[in-house]
């Protein structure tokens, strides 16, 4: 059976949403052969009994990278043979270039979507800021960190594209409406959450950490250069110069004009998953 599957994907997801946020995503490469599969993050979409769960945190960042290797563990262990990926976005990509230090062997190979490479000045400040706040309130939810990380998202946003304070996502629409009226998405973290991952962040770029990884791993880079978590295309290519300057052999990146935060819901999501499926049919 194993076989005629071309290959696994393990999708990584980011803040404030869930596995239903891809499903265009699992539609378009299980159309394609590929086995795709997402274990949904601690304190996120059906790992909670009740709403107010989500994203309080009583444990560190951490906790959902080791999740998300222990899950890639569980994976090879039902598919041995068959090409293995992961895709992560957004806080998913972080978690997957943490993932990459110690799986890098397991793995044919990472497509980081809506990434950035560091910014010292906003995750230093968001780590104290943070500490702080959960030092005053324990482990309650840090609304006003969540404004400051999102403050300037619409400062592109194109008034024909625009719908509300979340069209930052994409220039589908209907996307950004059903994002909005998901009771699992869009929800507030804990301040503990915010303080461990500004943490994370804060160490994820040391070159250091990255000196175990075979230079031969590949690496896909995709984003829009009017989504504001990189920056509008300008973290997203020192992510790249970043992969390039410690010896990475095969770096791919592509940045998609007017594309926002969300490609996988974006209006031209076909053309991101060709651009997808090309690379990883190569890799295979």
Same mark, same amino acid.
């Given at each position: 059976?194993?076989?005629?599957?071309?290959?696994?994907?393990?999708?990584?997801?980011?803040?404030?949403?869930?596995?239903?946020?891809?499903?265009?995503?699992?539609?378009?490469?299980?159309?394609?052969?590929?086995?795709?599969?997402?274990?949904?993050?601690?304190?996120?979409?059906?790992?909670?009994?009740?709403?107010?769960?989500?994203?309080?945190?009583?444990?560190?960042?951490?906790?959902?990278?080791?999740?998300?290797?222990?899950?890639?563990? $569980?994976?090879?262990?039902?598919?041995?043979?068959?090409?293995?990926?992961?895709?992560?976005?957004?806080?998913?990509?972080?978690?997957?270039?943490?993932?990459?230090?110690?799986?890098?062997?397991?793995?044919?190979?990472?497509?980081?979507?809506?990434?950035?490479?560091?910014?010292?000045?906003?995750?230093?400040?968001?780590?104290?800021?943070?500490?702080?706040?959960?030092?005053?309130?324990?482990?309650?939810?840090?609304?006003?960190? $969540?404004?400051?990380?999102?403050?300037?998202?619409?400062?592109?946003?194109?008034?024909?594209?625009?719908?509300?304070?979340?069209?930052?996502?994409?220039?589908?629409?209907?996307?950004?409406?059903?994002?909005?009226?998901?009771?699992?998405?869009?929800?507030?973290?804990?301040?503990?959450?915010?303080?461990?991952?500004?943490?994370?962040?804060?160490?994820?770029?040391?070159?250091?950490?990255?000196?175990?990884?075979?230079?031969?791993?590949?690496?896909?880079?995709?984003?829009?250069?009017?989504?504001?978590?990189?920056?509008?295309?300008?973290?997203?290519?020192?992510?790249?110069?970043?992969?390039?300057?410690?010896?990475?052999?095969?770096?791919?990146?592509?940045?998609?004009?007017?594309?926002?935060?969300?490609?996988?819901?974006?209006?031209?999501?076909?053309?991101?998953?060709?651009?997808?499926?090309?690379?990883?049919?190569?890799?295979?």
């Amino acid at each position: 059976m194993t076989k005629s599957i071309k290959g696994i994907i393990q999708v990584i997801h980011g803040m404030s949403e869930h596995e239903g946020r891809y499903t265009h995503f699992f539609k378009y490469f299980t159309e394609r052969g590929y086995l795709v599969f997402l274990h949904e993050h601690l304190h996120h979409g059906s790992n909670i009994t009740a709403k107010d769960e989500l994203g309080i945190f009583q444990s560190d960042f951490p906790t959902l990278i080791k999740e998300q290797a222990a899950y890639t563990e $569980k994976l090879k262990k039902d598919y041995p043979d068959t090409p293995f990926f992961v895709f992560g976005h957004s806080m998913g990509s972080f978690i997957a270039q943490e993932h990459m230090k110690s799986c890098w062997s397991k793995i044919d190979g990472y497509i980081l979507c809506g990434s950035c490479y560091k910014q010292p000045f906003l995750w230093k400040a968001g780590e104290i800021a943070s500490y702080l706040l959960d030092k005053l309130y324990r482990n309650r939810r840090a609304y006003i960190i $969540k404004k400051l990380v999102f403050l300037n998202s619409n400062s592109k946003t194109r008034s024909e594209y625009y719908y509300n304070e979340n069209s930052w996502l994409s220039r589908d629409i209907e996307e950004v409406k059903k994002y909005c009226n998901d009771k699992l998405c869009d929800f507030t973290y804990s301040s503990t959450f915010y303080t461990t991952f500004f943490n994370f962040l804060n160490s994820l770029y040391s070159e250091e950490s990255f000196k175990n990884i075979s230079r031969k791993l590949p690496i896909m880079i995709v984003a829009g250069d009017m989504d504001p978590v990189g920056k509008f295309g300008k973290g997203v290519i020192e992510l790249e110069k970043f992969y390039n300057k410690i010896g990475f052999d095969d770096v791919t990146c592509h940045l998609y004009k007017n594309a926002r935060h969300e490609l996988h819901n974006e209006i031209n999501r076909d053309e991101v998953f060709a651009d997808i499926e090309k690379w990883l049919e190569i890799r295979i």
